[in-house]
């Protein structure tokens, strides 16, 4: 890690490119001010707290069951043995790759009709 940062300094050093950084103001938009993929839906303000008070509602509950209801799930074991352990990594892991397949194949079930016109535009030549 350490030696990609050396090689970069002492490239830079040898071969400056004396960027122009007034060109950042000048000529590069910010993205928080582009909204060309933003449909008026997507700008509704009832549906944006919609959104809102939908995500914050799942969020507290999430945040109580990690928080206070799993630990208080190994209460009633009272001792961990090796196999409630086991238990308990198991869930875990579990979770993680459920989490991981979600957070991978979702965007990509959501944005498939986009995706196959990108596909069919790269192979088939016309849309």
């Not at 409630?84 to 194949?105: E, K, Q």
Request: proline share 3%; with cysteine; net charge neutral.
């Amino acid at each position: 890690i350490c030696s990609s940062g050396l090689i970069h300094y002492f490239h830079s050093t040898m071969y400056p490119q004396n960027f122009d950084f007034d060109t950042l103001d000048s000529k590069i938009r910010l993205v928080e001010h582009d909204t060309s993929g933003l449909t008026d839906e997507d700008k509704d303000v009832v549906m944006l707290d919609k959104s809102y008070q939908w995500i914050k509602i799942r969020g507290w509950i999430i945040t109580i069951v990690l928080i206070v209801v799993w630990p208080l799930a190994s209460l009633p074991a009272g001792k961990f043995t090796k196999g409630y352990f086991t238990f308990w990594v198991f869930i875990a892991i579990a979770w993680g790759y459920i989490a991981a397949l979600i957070i991978t194949f979702l965007p990509l079930w959501e944005s498939r009709s986009e995706l196959s016109l990108i596909v069919r535009a790269m192979f088939c030549k016309r849309i």
